[in-house]
C-alpha cells in the first residue's frame, strides 16, 4: 500500500480536523471485515446436514425471490433477486431445494457468530446480520494471518457458519479484501485475504479491476457520473485531487478516496446512532377483504415497531398507518390510503401505539377492496428520557413506570421464549382465534432449532 510524505500527511490531517470522524489512523492499526458465507444458506446447513452439496436457495417474503444462494446453486447461473416462479421447474429438475426465509434463526446464528467474532477485538462494529467489522491496534505485534485463521475456525465449529476474513488499512480496503477472499482465491488463502501484506504493486493491480461502482459507498448514480468523467474503476478514485471529489462530489465520496489511498476516514461504530424512523409492514400470503384481519395484521406490526423502538430507548409521538391494494394487478380496483396520528403524549408502550394505529385503520379502510399489504411507520423518534410530559394523559389507570416495567417483562419473555410468546389482544384473544389468512406466505419453512422449545433438534440413537 503506498505511503504518503508527511507533509502530505500534515496536509490530510489538516483538512480533516474539521471532522471529528476523520482521523489518521496509526499504520500499525489494521480493519478486519468479518462475513458468513451465503449466510441464509449456511444457517439452514447448520441443522440440516442433507442440504450440503445440494443447490440451495433462500427465498424473500411470501417465498417470491431468491435472496441467497449455495455455491452449487451460483454454478447453475442463478441470479440474485430472480422470482422463483421463473426458475423453479429447472431448479427442481436438477435437485435443487427452495427454502422460505426463516428470520427467527438467522437472527439467532447471527447473535451467536457475532459473540465469537467479539471475542477477537474490543472494538467491534456489527454492521449487518452477516458482517462485522473488528479493529486491530498494535498489530504489528502479532500474526494478523494467523489470527484470522483461528478467528475462522472458531466460528465454523462454535456456530457451523463458514466466513470470509478481508483485512485491510481501512474499512473499505477491508470491504475490497472480503470480496477478494471470496471471488479471487489466487489473491487469499483459506478464506482470507490480507491487503496489508501485499504489496502496493499488487494492490493496485487489484483495484485496477474492480469497477468504481463495487467499491462500498457508491451507489449506481454515483457511479455513472464518475464513470462519464472518466473515473472507472477502484484505482482512479484512489488517485483522483480528493479536493477535486469534494467540489463535484460530497465529503462521503471523499472519504471513500482516502480510504482507498490508506487513510482510515471512517471510524468502528461500536454504538450505531438510532433509527430516526421505524418501519414495519409486510405484503400478505393472500389477499385480504375484512377489517378483522387488517386490525389483527396492523395491531402485530405496531407491537414490532414498538418493540424495536424500546430497543433503542427511544419514544414516539407520530404514527402513520397505511394499507395498500396490489399495484401490479391492473384487473384490481387501486386504494392506497394512509393516515398519520399526532398523540398528545410521547410513548414507547405497545398498547397505546396500537390504539392509535387501530383509529387510523379505521378512518381508512374502505369495503369492496382487496388488500396486499399494510404497515405502520413510527415517526418523530426521541430519546424516551427527554419525553415531554403533557396536561392531557391518556385513560389508563397504570403510571409511566408501571407501562415502562410491564414492556419491558413482555419483551424480556418474548425474547427468551420466542416471538409473540405474548402478545396484545388486538392481535387475537387465542392462537385458535387468530385470523392467519394475511401472515406471509412460507411453504418450505424450516423450524426455529434455537427459539423454540416445541421446534428443538430431536436426536434418535440408532
Known sequence: ??????????????????????????TDTLFALVDGNAFYVSCERVFNPRLRGRPV??????????????????????????????????????????????????????????????????????????????EWSGCRHFDQDRIAAQLRRQVSRW???????????????????????????????????????????ATDNYLAQIPVGDVWGIGSRWSARLEGLGIRTALDLSQADPSWIRKHFTFVLEKSAWELRGVSCLPIEEAPPPKQQIISSRSFGKLVTDLPALRQSVSSYT????????????????????????????????????????????SQDTRILTRFALRGLERIYKEGYRYQKAGVMLL??????????????????????????????????NRAMGRETLWTAA??????????????????????????????LEVRAC
Open 303 to 346: 407491537a414490532r415497531a414498538a418493540e424495536k423502538l424500546r430497543r433503542q430507548h427511544s419514544e414516539t409521538r407520530t404514527l402513520t398507518v397505511f394499507i395498500n391494494t396490489p399495484s401490479f394487478q391492473i384487473s384490481e380496483p387501486q386504494y392506497h390510503p394512509s393516515i398519520t396520528m399526532r398523540m398528545a403524549k410521547p
Open 380 to 413: 418523530d423518534l426521541a430519546p424516551a428520557e427527554q419525553g415531554q410530559s403533557s396536561l392531557l394523559d391518556y385513560d389508563d389507570a397504570s403510571t409511566g413506570w408501571d407501562r415502562m416495567r410491564l414492556m419491558e417483562v413482555m419483551d424480556r419473555i
Open 57 to 134: 436457495v433462500v427465498l424473500s417474503n411470501n417465498d417470491g425471490c431468491v435472496v441467497a444462494r449455495s455455491d452449487e446453486a451460483k454454478a447453475l447461473g442463478i441470479p440474485m433477486g430472480t422470482p422463483y416462479f421463473k426458475i423453479r421447474q429447472s431448479f427442481e429438475k436438477v435437485g435443487g431445494l427452495a427454502l422460505s426465509s426463516n428470520y427467527t434463526l438467522y437472527a439467532d446464528l447471527s447473535s451467536r457468530m457475532m459473540e465469537v467474532i467479539g471475542q477477537y477485538s474490543d472494538r467491534q462494529e456489527v454492521y449487518s446480520i452477516d458482517e462485522s467489522f473488528i
Open 159 to 201: 456456530t457451523g457458519i463458514p466466513v470470509g476474513i478481508g483485512i485491510g488499512q481501512t474499512k473499505t480496503l477491508a470491504k475490497l479484501a472480503n470480496r477478494l477472499a471470496k471471488k479471487h482465491p489466487d489473491f487469499s488463502a483459506g478464506g482470507i485475504c490480507n491487503l496489508a501484506a501485499h504489496s502496493a504493486h
Open 427 to 456: 392481535q387475537g384473544l387465542t392462537r385458535v382465534e387468530r385470523d392467519d389468512s394475511w401472515r406471509m406466505k412460507r411453504g418450505t419453512l424450516s423450524p426455529a432449532y434455537t427459539t423454540r422449545w416445541n421446534q428443538l
Open 1 to 26: 500500500m503506498r505511503m504518503m510524505s508527511p507533509e502530505r500527511a500534515f496536509v490530510t490531517g489538516f483538512f480533516f480536523s474539521r471532522w471529528s470522524t476523520m482521523t489518521i489512523r496509526p
